[in-house]
C-alpha cells in the first residue's frame, strides 16, 4: 500500500512539473505573440503614413 502511495506521489510530482513546464512554453509564447501583433501594428501605421504621402503625392497630378 505505501508503495502504491509513494509512486502516486511521484507521478503527481512529475505531472506538476510537467504541466508548470507546458504553462511556462504557453506564456513564452504569449509574449512572442505580443511582441508579433505590436510589431504588425508599427507597420501597419507605417503603410498607413506611406499611404497617404502617396495619396498626396498622386493628387498634386490630377487633371
Do not use: F, P
Not at 12 to 36: D, F, L, P, W, Y
Not at 39 to 60: K, P, Y
Amino acid at each position: 500500500m505505501s508503495e502504491e502511495i509513494s509512486s502516486a506521489i511521484r507521478e503527481q510530482g512529475s505531472t506538476s512539473n510537467n504541466i508548470a513546464g507546458h504553462v511556462e512554453r504557453i506564456a513564452q509564447m504569449a509574449e512572442e505573440s505580443s511582441e508579433t501583433a505590436q510589431g504588425s501594428a508599427r507597420i501597419a501605421n507605417e503603410l498607413d503614413q506611406l499611404a497617404r504621402t502617396m495619396q498626396g503625392v498622386v493628387a498634386r497630378y490630377k487633371v
